[in-house]
């Protein structure tokens, strides 16, 4: 067994001993995706059904909702002394972030999981054959890693367990402002242009276009470029921050 | 390997402007007990991060276990075993997944755990979340992750702090086991008792230097041994008393007079019959044996701060 084994078992142990932590990452981006498609969504006009249109925003919206809980895990394991018992054994110095990428991205695709259950019973259709559902997990399969070495590297850096979980707000909130709930054209002006050229825009025009069956590929290039310079800079950044903090 | 385990010569390490190890030469012999005594702030903990690869020396070289601190860290790493300050547990585990954890990193055999929890008294509580633990547990428990895979050398640092009498004897026994079975212990402390319990050779640390270094015999030598003392309702008093005992010595306050002594209860009824036969009566009596504080005194010429602090 490989060290990043050892230490991903440990950190999914740490998962399955907060059933209410997995829950409630499960469950926010469900009630908020019901919220929007029951409730506000018939008030929208996007062309398409609703559902179709909101999905691949809400599969984002369950990848950064699950990752304040691998911030604040990050954190409290450089906090709590644990760190030093690993740095002076003769192990990889790696695993222990890569243990928590891994279970930050099982915990993923948990949440996505449920999202496009949820989808498909609210009337979710889309005309994606197998390719397109290949590339649409790919897709999310590579954002959630690029976002999880992300807040990895944000964990390490905050101050305090509770910091570090308040430092992934902003991705939380970031969805909001992409064209994950309306198109980016319908918002002010300001606002309109953040939406457009943030990264989770052309990821979420990515999937979108995957999921309808019509591949865009330059949302879909896009996309894979942002998630490469995403992960590059998180797993830089969280290398020499866990190298720097004894 | 050599019969040295940890060679250390002209360590240094500053934080920012401050000096925190200002060149320190050490020597531990294989399977023996090594006490690096001193005050809180003395850099202790410091000396046992460097010399575990925690952190990088600014200066100095060093060899643990034969392998030289810089150039071979992954071998410094395989051969010891560092319980520090603070339990280095994982509060989500139980005690028993704790074991197992160190046991899958260190690629050892499941079948050393039940002997660890027997040993350090965790049966029966190895299936609860260490979270409930108490922080004797938590350290026992921390001091048996770290002998999985039975480390050459092993790093305390202050193990006892905070522990009650009891647990510290436990402590100590567990310590004294180790190096039965060949183990060479690097323990740091901030009580003289303890390295003088345990230690084959003690080096005293302050303000990053190390000021004496030898067996507690050889430095017990450079501390005043104990002494009585002897409050009088009155400087006549004191004064008579000065005279009775001629190796007594006044204190500044003028009421109190010093008799040293070596602690026994002969040369005290000799020094009591002494006074009594001479008609003086002292109101209140105190045994002061050596302590940290007279071992600061005598070595750096300035009482301990730690003491000094809590004492006044």
């Known amino acids: 067994m490989s060290d990043s084994t050892i230490m991903l078992r440990r950190n999914f142990k740490h998962t399955l001993r907060n059933p209410a932590a997995v829950f409630n990452s499960v469950l926010f981006p469900v009630v908020i995706m019901v919220m929007f498609v029951y409730v506000i969504g018939g008030a929208f006009d996007v062309g398409v059904d609703y559902v179709d249109y909101a999905t691949p925003g809400m599969i984002l919206l369950a990848v950064c909702y699950g990752l304040s809980a691998t911030a604040t895990a990050v954190n409290s394991d450089m906090t709590k002394g644990i760190i030093n018992r690993f740095k002076v054994m003769d192990v990889s110095r790696g695993a222990v972030l890569t243990g928590h990428v891994v279970a930050s991205m099982l915990s993923n695709v948990i949440a996505i999981a449920a999202i496009v259950g949820v989808a498909f019973a609210l ?87 995957l999921l309808a069956g019509t591949p865009d590929t330059t949302a879909v290039i896009t996309s894979l470029a942002w998630c490469a310079g995403i992960a590059l800079v998180g797993y830089v950044w969280a290398i020499r921050t866990f190298n720097r903090r004894a | 390997m050599s019969d040295s385990a940890i060679e250390v010569t002209g360590l240094r390490k500053a934080f920012g402007t401050k000096v925190v190890l200002d060149g320190i030469d050490l020597h531990v012999p294989a399977g023996t007990i090594f006490s690096l005594l001193g005050p809180n702030g003395a850099g202790k903990t410091t000396t046992v991060n460097l010399l575990t690869t925690l952190i990088r020396a600014d200066g100095g070289s060093a060899r643990v276990a ?105 402590m100590w026994d567990i310590i004294r086991d180790l190096v039965a079975g060949g183990v060479t212990i690097f323990l740091t402390t901030q009580y003289l008792e303890e390295a003088d319990q345990l230690a084959d050779r003690i080096a005293v640390l302050d303000q990053g230097r190390i000021v004496a270094q030898g067996t507690a015999a050889e430095l017990k030598r450079q501390i005043p041994g104990s002494h009585v003392r002897l409050r009088f309702g009155d400087p006549a008093a004191a004064e008579a008393a000065a005279r009775v005992v001629p190796s007594a010595t006044r204190d500044d306050d003028g009421v109190t007079v010093r008799v040293p002594g070596d602690g026994g209860t002969a040369s005290l009824r000799e020094l009591l019959n002494r006074l009594d036969d001479h008609g003086t009566h002292a109101e209140e009596l105190s045994v002061h044996t050596p302590d940290l504080d007279d071992v600061f005194l005598a070595l750096t010429g300035r009482s301990h701060p730690a003491t000094e602090a809590s004492t006044r």
């Open chain 1, 123 to 209: 009337g979710f259709r889309p005309a994606a054959g197998l390719t397109g559902w290949l590339g649409v997990t790919g897709l999310a399969l590579l954002l959630s890693f690029s976002v999880g070495w992300f807040t990895v590297a944000l964990g390490l850096s905050a101050k305090s367990p509770e910091t570090a979980g308040l430092g992934s707000v902003p991705l939380v909130m970031l969805p909001f402002f992409s064209s994950a709930i309306v198109p980016a054209d319908k918002m002010g002006a300001g606002v309109e242009q953040f939406a457009e050229y943030q990264p989770f825009t052309p990821i979420i025009e990515a999937l979108r276009s």
């Open chain 2, 66 to 170: 034969g392998h030289d601190l810089i150039k071979n860290a992954r071998g410094v790493r395989a051969a010891i075993g560092v319980t520090g300050q603070f339990a280095a547990v994982d509060d989500l585990l139980t005690g028993q997944e704790n074991l197992q954890l160190m046991v899958d990193l260190k690629r050892a055999g499941s079948a050393v755990i039940p002997g660890l929890l027997e040993r350090f008294d965790l049966t029966g509580a190895e299936q609860k979340a260490v979270a409930t633990y108490s922080g004797g547990m938590r350290r026992k428990l921390d001091l048996a992750m770290t002998l999985v895979g039975a480390p050459q050398i092993i790093f305390l640092d202050e193990p006892t702090t905070g522990l009650d009498p009891r647990s510290r004897r436990t």
